[in-house]
Structures are given as C-alpha cells and as structure tokens.
C-alpha cells in the first residue's frame, strides 16, 4: 500500500495552529513511510469561504516549514485539489447513492426543522431531523420537485444495529446507529457537505490514513457508513489527541490566541513551535523533548501517539523557544531574525506617524512604544478598571468588542474605532471616559499611549485578540451565567441593565 495523507482546512478564518498540529504529523506520516502528504482546501461554506484565508493556510504552513507534495498552489495528479472545483464530481456521486436507495431527498423547512427542536427539547430527547421525508415515494418526491420545493440530500443511516470500525491510536469503536442523524450530505445550493464531499475526494485521491482532530469520532460513523454504501475499502482511521486549553477545553479562538500568524508576530521560532506541537500528540523514546523534523520522521513510531487531551501551555512553548534560542542561533543569527521580525524599515516606518510629533528625544521612543514589541503587559485591576467599573464589567466591555470586530469581520482601525463607539451605546456608558480607557490599558498596558486604533491597526488583529482575551482572563473573566445573559442582550442590542449608575454600591444581579 502506498501511503497517502491529507490535511483539509477550510478557508474561513485565521490559520489555526490546530491545522499546523495536524498537518505536522501526516508529514511525518507520509514521510516516514515513503508516501506522499497533500492539501485540499474545503471551501464549500460559500459564505465563510474567502481566497485571503486561502492564502495564508499557505503562508501559515509554509512558515512553520510544513511542505506537501501536491495541492491547489501546486497542482498534482488527483486535482483540482479546491472543492469548489469538484461539484461535478460530487453530483455524479450523490445521483450513484440515490439509485442504490441509501440517500434520499428532504424537503424540511426551516420552520419544520425549528419545530422538530423544539418539541425535542420539550420531550427532553436528543435534537435532530426526525426523519419525516425518509420514505417519501418516487411519485411523491417528483411531485414535490415539479412545484419547485426546496430540498436537501440525506444519507440514509440505518434505524437498528451498531457502527464499528478500528481506530489506529483509539483501537475498536462501537456506536449505536440510533445515535446518528441522517446527515446531509448535499446542500439545498447543491454544494456538499463536509462529510460527503471528504469521504468522496478521500478516496478518489486514494488517501491512505485519515490522521486528523478526535473531535471527528462523532463523524467517523457517517464516513464509515459513505465508504460502505460506495462499496469502498474504508481508510485507515486516526484520531489525534484534542489541543486542549489550560481551562481543560477543546482549545478555542474565544478564549485561546489561536492563529498561527500570533506565533509568529509575537516572536516565536518556527522551529520551536512545531517541536512543541509534536510534544503535544506523541512522545519520543527517552522523552526526549527538543528535536528536529527530522528526526522525528527518523525515530517516527505511531504506536507512541497519545489517546488523550494534551494541554497547550504557553509558558512550556516559551521554554522551548529560549532552548532554540540558545542552542540553535549565533548571536550574529539572532540579530537577523530580530530585524527580521520587528526590527527593520518596512515596520518601523508604521511607527513614525505615531511617534513623529510626540518625542521630545529618541530615548522616548521605546518608551512610548514598547507595547508593540513586548507580550507580557504589566495589567491591574487599577488599569483596567475605570472608576466605579467592576472587573467583571470590564471584561464584559471587552468581549462584547470582540464580537463587534469579528461581526465586522475585520480588526483594522477604522473597525474598532466603530465597535467602541457600538459597545459604548451598547452599556449605554461613557466612550471617552470609560470604554476608551479599558480599550488603552488592554492594547498597551498603560493608560495613555500613542493613537489608539492606529497602534491596534499596526499590533495587528492576531495580537489584539490575544490582549483582549488575556485582559478578561486577569480580570476573572466572566461566568457561564453572565456569559449567556450578555450573548442573549447583545443579540437584541439592549445592555443598559449590565451597568447600574454606581456599580461599586449596587452590584450588577446575575
């Protein structure tokens, strides 16, 4: 058998450094065994989908010094390699499912679908599509068709019985079909579904070994049950260990800096954080910790992966990036990747405007600008906290800004120049006074600085969201209670009633 491995992002957001967790270890896999490891991009969200994403799936990856031997840059024999590109090949699958009898069309509304969950929530059964148009006849569905009624495309998962398949790191896997919706496979705009369009590309590009997140079990049935129905042979599965945060939880871009360009923008070596992201998944003999790529790929056992969660801990990657440092890079070296990084022209010349006018000397000029070069921000409930704001209330201001930016979707100047005017009208509080000192004291650790949205705009959106983030996680951050009463009031653009005219007396209700 010829090894074959595949990572598959979807172009809809920041590269997250889950895709280069991945990514990293079906490298190895080929690798090691002498096969090949591809890229496909999974822009079937029509919506979400942006070729600027696209683009820095390549630049995040390429940094990291991940490269693949086929992919829609790159092109190869199983192209195209952009799912877009393969709807034809996705219709002539579907219609193949269709005759055999294990798909069926739906004509499900959107009314019907909100009624189904909640009467299931009602009856306090699982949520989901009760199947009502499974069994629709040919008569029926043509009928339905001629008056132009829209429908999606189910897989027909069997009512009785169990799902088993073995995972490699997992071992056997048993579910009960009763727990498995009748997943969609072909969208009402008759662009595929993830499921659908992965188990077909998978195996018309003869990938060998799906090695991906254990977040995909709950999938594997439905995928198990595609390559069944095709009359496939079925790959072998992988399940890799979740990237957990130090909460515990799936690591998360709502609570975690996730991108891989806040890595590289906060100073970090390529090279460290992908030997720590190995550290994450699988153990070296020895427990040897500090290690190339290639040797990895040299020593690579797959019966040394992990089963369980493995905690991304920053503070383990900061070590790691000092060994690196130290180790692996001359003075003269570290001095070029210094200038490289932050300290050359092409950013300095960001900076000018913001201090041209405001330096009486250059000894200034760090001083006033230190914040862009430095992670670790001298944060206080003093700073943080306007007069009279409670910590809690200040994390408040500042999650509602992210969801303001990321709503926008965009973080430059003038966005959040407009989410701090929106949440100001939000809390019904003061913009000068109390929302634009929490934003300073966030972004630069001071009270005062240069001009705000301009230092954000040059920070970029990767470090801001990591401020913010790590701004509400010093202030104690907010409960599950609060969290869904805010997202409830946030949603009908009324949160007056989070901030009572003196907070310090009259404590906010939950």
Not at 347 to 359: D, Q, S
Not at 386 to 396: D, G, I, S, V, Y
Not at 458 to 477: M, Q, V, Y
Not at 484 to 505: C, D, I, M, R, V
Request: with cysteine.
């Amino acid at each position: 058998m010829t090894v074959r491995t595949r990572i598959a992002p979807s172009p809809t957001g920041e590269p997250h450094v889950g895709t280069a967790y991945i990514a990293l270890f079906n490298l190895v896999f080929a690798r090691h065994f002498g096969g090949k490891f591809l890229i496909r991009i999974e822009d079937t969200d029509q919506k979400r989908s942006l070729p600027i994403y696209e683009e820095n799936i390549y630049k995040a990856l390429k940094w990291c010094n991940i490269e693949w031997d086929e992919g829609p840059d790159i092109g190869g024999p199983y192209g195209p390699y952009r799912q877009s590109e393969r709807l034809d090949i996705y219709q002539t699958h579907i219609q193949e499912l269709l005759k055999k009898g294990k798909a069926y069309k739906c004509f499900a509304t959107p009314e019907e679908l909100k009624e189904m969950r909640e009467l299931a929530e009602k009856s306090g059964q699982k949520s989901g599509y009760d199947r009502r148009y499974r069994n629709l006849t040919e008569e029926e569905v043509a009928a339905r068709e001629k008056k132009g009624e829209s429908y999606v495309i189910r897989l027909k998962v069997p009512l009785t019985g169990e799902c088993q398949f073995e995972d490699a790191i997992k071992g056997r896997i048993t579910v009960p079909w009763s727990e498995v919706d009748d997943q969609v496979l072909i969208k009402s705009d008759g662009f595929p579904t993830y499921h659908f369009a992965a188990v077909v590309d998978d195996h018309l590009m003869k990938i060998s070994h799906v090695i991906r997140g254990d977040e995909w079990i709950t999938s594997a049935p439905k995928h198990v049950l595609l390559y069944d129905s095709f009359g496939w042979e079925r790959p072998i599965f992988m399940h890799m260990p979740l990237l957990l945060g130090k909460d515990g939880r799936k690591l998360s871009k709502r609570r975690n800096p996730t991108s891989i360009f806040y890595y590289r923008d906060s100073g970090f070596l390529p090279e460290a954080l992908i030997n720590f992201l190995s550290l994450m998944g699988y153990s070296m003999p020895g427990d040897k910790e500090i290690y190339s790529v290639q040797e990895l790929i040299e020593a690579f056992d797959p019966s040394r992966f992990g089963k369980s969660g493995a905690f991304f801990d920053i503070t383990k990657l900061e070590w790691l990036n000092q060994k690196y440092l130290i180790a692996h890079l001359t003075e003269d070296d570290l001095l070029q990747r210094l200038k490289a990084w932050a300290f050359n022209d092409k950013f300095f010349k960001k900076i000018m405007p913001l201090v041209h006018t405001r330096i009486k000397t250059f000894g200034e000029f760090m001083e006033l600008v230190d914040f862009l070069f430095i992670n670790h921000l001298p944060y206080s409930n003093e700073l943080l906290c306007p007069k009279e704001f409670t910590p809690e209330q200040a994390a408040l201001v500042l999650q509602c800004i992210i969801w303001s930016l990321d709503a926008q979707q965009s973080w430059d100047a003038e966005s959040l120049e407009k989410a701090s005017h929106e949440v100001a009208d939000f809390f019904a509080i003061s913009h000068k006074k109390e929302v634009m000192p929490i934003l300073f004291a966030a972004i630069m650790g001071k009270k005062f600085g240069p001009p705000l949205y301009a230092s954000a705009d040059i920070l970029g959106k990767d470090r801001t969201r990591a401020r913010f983030l790590n701004s509400i996680e010093f202030l104690g951050g907010v409960s599950n209670k609060k969290m869904n009463k805010l997202t409830a009031a946030w949603n009908k653009k009324e949160g007056k009633e989070f901030f009572l005219k003196n907070p310090s007396q009259q404590p906010v209700k939950e």
